[in-house]
């Protein structure tokens, strides 16, 4: 018997395999982590990529709006945010005039304790404006129009379309349908109008073969995204990257596309892993805290690698869940899903030019159900929510990896601690 750790929750969990199983361990490529943090953010805001240093955006500027994401992510805010409020202080920017946003997207706001757990810094907290992004509010959204190319609907929040200095912040990792998180992304969908939400996650985009992980040739929402920024006028972003340890091996700032490119160039050879087989037996995490908070969240893991599953294989994926589901439309959503079934349930997005909030993450969890069987492990949900991820839920990962051996007869099992974060694709 062997032991592996999964990512899941604050900490791992260890997992026992069977004395049969034939392991392979899937794992980002190592990179070396960046020795002083803090120095290295300096040196990219002051060496930007295809933009001035910020000091010189900086200077005769009334106002700044600083986006980062919401508690989903494990960004670094604590490590940039000051560095970047002091930069524009010393331009000249006055400090009632700079602001932090929270790109929420339709999640729900980040507050109290959360809300500083996020920051990190209670200097930030204490010194500027910092505010949640609330997709429904009709008032906080200005409205610019259409894309030309697929006619999304353009509403962004107004804190960030009339900053005299508008900068984004992320973290880049695989996106399932993004392609890559980071860059656009913070902005749509992250501070845009719950109709530009709804757009981009209609059937519509989110079942064009283009619109998956690590992927931005071609890929719908990405140009979309693209457009949307050109829409907006001159914006910025810093870009981190950062290793299985959470700890920062990238950044990168500049004029938002080329900086997140360059952030992307960096990170996806290491993050792409190719393998030679399929396997009747993956097991996968949701990459532990703070993505495996909710079932929602969850369903990504299930998604990314599905490249490597064989046809009527077997998914086991563990995530703590420890807010449980997630919003009430999901629920909403999950509830039809396992009254209808897959196929009626699809049936019922197609016609749509917008998608009902969060039905969109039921409509991905179709993915892997398509392609073989899904088991869950986790300790966070009980009773009703349960049954409504319409999975098999699972008490023991040892006897779920065991069952699936047998009944493939295929002792190989994939194994992807980070979950998420990592791509593992076929590659003969």
């Known amino acids: 018997?062997?032991?592996?750790?999964?990512?899941?929750?604050?900490?791992?969990?260890?997992?026992t395999l069977p004395q049969n199983a034939r392991p392979t361990v899937i794992r980002k490529q190592a990179l070396p982590k960046l020795a002083d943090p803090v120095t290295s953010i300096i040196s990219a805001l002051e060496n930007p990529i295809g933009s001035a240093p910020l000091g010189d955006l900086a200077k005769g500027r009334t106002s700044a709006c600083i986006l980062i994401c919401d508690i989903t992510r494990p960004v670094p805010n604590r490590l940039f945010l000051r560095p970047m409020i002091e930069t524009m202080v010393a331009a000249g920017i006055p400090l009632d005039g700079i602001s932090v946003l929270v790109a929420t997207g339709l999640h729900r706001p980040n507050l109290g304790e959360e809300l500083a757990e996020l920051i990190g810094d209670p200097w930030v907290l204490e010194t500027v404006r910092v505010e949640n992004h609330y997709a429904r509010d009709e008032a906080a959204h200005v409205d610019l129009g259409f894309t030309n190319t697929r006619q999304t609907p353009v509403k962004l929040d107004r804190l960030f379309v009339e900053a005299d200095l508008r900068i984004a912040t992320g973290l880049v990792e695989p996106h399932f349908m993004a392609g890559w998180s980071g860059g656009r992304k913070v902005i749509a969908p992250g501070v845009a109008h719950h109709e530009t939400i709804r757009t981009f996650h209609s059937a519509r985009f989110m079942e064009d073969p283009l619109a998956v992980q690590c992927n931005l040739v071609g890929n719908p929402l990405h140009e979309e995204q693209l457009e949307i920024v050109r829409m907006l006028g001159d914006v910025y972003a810093l870009n981190t990257v950062l290793d299985e340890e959470r700890d920062l091996v990238c950044v990168t700032f500049g004029e938002i596309i080329a900086s997140h490119q360059a952030a992307v160039d960096f990170v996806s050879a290491a993050t792409s892993i190719p393998l030679p087989r399929k396997f009747s037996t993956v097991v996968t995490s949701s990459a532990g805290y703070p993505l495996d908070k909710t079932y929602y969240q969850t369903?990504?893991?299930?998604?990314?690698?599905?490249?490597?599953?064989?046809?009527?294989?077997?998914?086991?994926?563990?995530?703590?869940?420890?807010?449980?589901?997630?919003?009430?439309?999901?629920?909403?959503?999950?509830?039809?899903l396992v009254?209808?079934?897959?196929?009626?349930?699809?049936?019922?997005?197609?016609?749509?030019?917008?998608?009902?909030?969060?039905?969109?993450?039921?409509?991905?969890?179709?993915?892997?159900?398509?392609?073989?069987?899904?088991?869950?492990?986790?300790?966070?949900?009980?009773?009703?929510?349960?049954?409504?991820?319409?999975?098999?839920?699972?008490?023991?990962?040892?006897?779920?990896?065991?069952?699936?051996?047998a009944r493939s007869g295929d002792p190989a099992v994939a194994i992807i601690p980070e979950g998420p974060y990592v791509v593992p694709r076929y590659s003969v």
């Not at 749509?352 to 993915?367: H, P, V, Y």
């Open 1 to 15: 018997m062997s032991e592996i750790t999964l990512s899941y929750g604050r900490g791992h969990i260890d997992i």
């Open 299 to 336: 369903i990504k893991g299930m998604v990314t690698p599905l490249d490597i599953l064989k046809p009527g294989g077997t998914l086991i994926i563990a995530s703590e869940c420890s807010e449980g589901f997630g919003s009430p439309e999901f629920r909403e959503a999950q509830a039809r």
């Open 339 to 405: 009254e209808l079934g897959p196929e009626r349930f699809l049936a019922t997005l197609t016609a749509k030019s917008l998608a009902e909030i969060d039905e969109w993450q039921t409509e991905m969890q179709l993915k892997p159900m398509r392609l073989g069987k899904v088991e869950l492990y986790t300790t966070g949900l009980a009773g009703e929510d349960r049954r409504l991820t319409g999975v098999e839920v699972i008490d023991d990962l040892t006897s779920a990896i065991e069952r699936s051996i």
